[in-house]
């Protein structure tokens, strides 16, 4: 497959995630997070039927694929308990603005730490270029005025998922990227269970369609296709290639929040998503100049 088309792909992965937002904000109406978290990872285990069956590759799991599983496993788990919080406490679109612009500029400087690699300088310019986008979007001066807690949790997210980004991409050595979020989500279902098990797990049933429609999609589309294409796309592209569509993810989410919570878009809005759009193009254009 041409790199062209992993970009088309990313893309339609950035707009499964960016409508998952909304979704998320729907579900902590409803039940704990622990509850949530844990049917969400259930449901995704029997979403990889079919893309298993697709894939047609053996299912093998070795004690090198663990040591990428369980770290991810755990930092899923961390992902999901503080973009929960984090959407309670407060706005869907201010943690999809702040996680997905920070994640790409975390992901860099973690691969310059851990790999003593040195990204270009238009690399560099597009990020800053794009994590400013996300602080007009955020409208920063409000964010100040306005502390409430929920941005720890966002921040802790777009940390999390950085690391996340890097251990993904260096397990494609050893295991296949869709048995890799297989196993993920297997292993995280098993810690949310003992996690859950204080809770009513099975309040679930007593739940509305727009409560199952708003899990049933964050599990299968939010998590299982968009999270493979992202994982097949870090290990083709490069973690901190792959990182920079995440820029898009606060536009889609802004989007699919107006048509599907009534959510205004404001100036400011617009102005950060051209802005942000601007430096995923020159970050993607250094990239071609290299290969």
């Keep these: 497959m041409q790199a062209k088309h992993f970009t088309y792909l990313l893309i339609f992965a950035m707009l499964l995630w960016g409508a998952g937002w909304p979704a998320l904000k729907v579900l902590t109406y409803s039940l704990p997070v622990e509850v ?27 004690k090198e694929a663990l040591k990428y599983i369980l770290p991810s496993a755990v930092l899923n788990v961390l992902f999901m308990v503080f973009a929960f919080l984090g959407v309670q406490k ?19 400087v973690l691969v310059s730490l851990v790999f003593k690699k040195h990204p270009p300088k238009m690399q560099i310019f597009g990020l800053v270029i794009g994590f400013i986008g996300g602080l007009i979007m955020l409208k920063i001066t409000t964010l100040i005025t306005t502390f409430n807690g929920a941005e720890i949790y966002f921040l802790l997210c777009a940390l999390v998922w950085a690391a996340l980004t890097l251990i993904s991409q260096q397990s494609h050595a050893v295991i296949h990227p869709v048995h890799y979020s297989f196993f993920i989500a297997i ?37 299982t296709v968009a999270t493979t294409i992202y994982f097949i796309a870090s290990g083709k592209l ?13 536009i889609f989410a802004l989007v699919t929040s ?18 942000t759009l601007f430096g995923v193009y020159l970050i993607n254009r250094s990239q071609r100049a290299k290969t």
Excluded: C
């Design 187 to 223: 292993f995280a279902t098993v810690i949310f269970f003992f996690i859950a098990l204080p809770y009513e797990i099975m309040a679930v049933a007593d739940e509305g369609p727009a409560f199952w429609s708003s899990l049933l999609y964050l599990a299968v589309f939010g998590q």
């Design 36 to 62: 949530v978290s844990f049917w969400r990872f259930f449901l995704m285990i029997f979403a990889f039927i079919p893309v298993l069956f697709f894939l047609k590759k053996p299912l093998t799991l070795n």
């Design 238 to 250: 490069g973690s901190t290639h792959a990182s920079s569509y995440m820029f898009l993810v606060p």
């Design 90 to 108: 407060g706005f869907a679109g201010s943690g999809g603005v702040i996680i997905t612009t920070l994640s790409p500029v975390l992901t860099f």
């Design 258 to 275: 107006y048509f599907l919570l009534g959510e205004s878009v404001e100036l400011h809005i617009v102005i950060g998503g051209a802005v």
